[in-house]
Antibody
């Protein structure tokens, strides 16, 4: 069955770099796209960026200068790296599978809470 | 970027009532519109994609429609399990979500 699971540090210091891993199962990264979506506490969803089946990437213009998404297809893992973290980056970070033929995110990870604080 | 203006921000309705949530796109997005339900402490769940297509396992009381650049999610007979926050999302260009609608039972 399709599963996605995020992992990474729960606490990051301001100005540091966030590194998260999304480990997927039940589907191939070379045939599917994975996005990162975040949600600050009590707020709405923000699409951060995607890595497409061919390996190309797209980013939210507001985060593009700080964000990098990559993958290791042999390990079925997608990576997020975002630098220069600030307190407003405190959020739950989700990875999710995007279906290009439908335009929807059909499977989501459980999310990982990241707090930016000294 | 395409903006999705979602309304209302919150909504309180009675059981069995018809509920409608709308999203206005800032430009033409065709049928590249999806709806999600998010319950407290949970990940979002896909309800509708392609404006009108029901995702697997979603009850038939949920439906989606479009009039020009305005998109609507309708719940035909509100049930207790429908409480949560609903989001629209466009996939015509760089992906964006609406701001969400919190649905409560009156």
């Amino acid at each position: 069955q399709v599963q996605l699971k995020e992992s990474g540090p729960g606490l990051v210091q301001p100005s540091q770099t966030l590194s998260l891993t999304c480990t997927v199962s039940g589907f191939s990264l070379t045939s599917n796209s994975v996005s990162w979506v975040r949600q600050p506490p009590g707020k709405g969803l923000e699409w951060m960026g995607a890595i497409w089946s061919g390996g190309s990437t797209d980013y939210n213009s507001a985060l593009k200068s700080r964000l990098s998404i990559s993958r290791d297809t042999s390990k079925s893992q997608v990576f997020l790296k975002m630098n220069s973290l600030q307190t407003e980056d405190t959020a739950i970070y989700f990875c999710t599978r995007f279906i290009t033929t439908t335009g929807g995110f059909d499977y989501w990870g459980q999310g990982v809470m990241v707090t930016v604080s000294s | 970027d395409i903006q999705m203006t979602q309304s209302p921000a919150s909504l309180s309705a009675s059981l069995e009532e018809i509920v409608t949530i709308t999203c206005q796109a800032s430009q033409n997005i065709g049928n590249w519109l999806a709806w999600y339900q998010q319950k407290p402490g949970k990940s979002p769940q896909l309800l509708i994609y392609g404006t009108t297509s029901l995702a697997d396992g979603v009850p038939s009381r949920f439906s989606g429609s479009r009039s020009g650049t305005q998109y609507s999610l309708k719940i035909s007979r509100l049930q207790v399990e429908d409480i949560g926050i609903y989001y629209c999302q466009q996939a015509s260009s760089t992906l964006t979500f609406g701001s969400g609608t919190k649905l409560e039972i009156k």
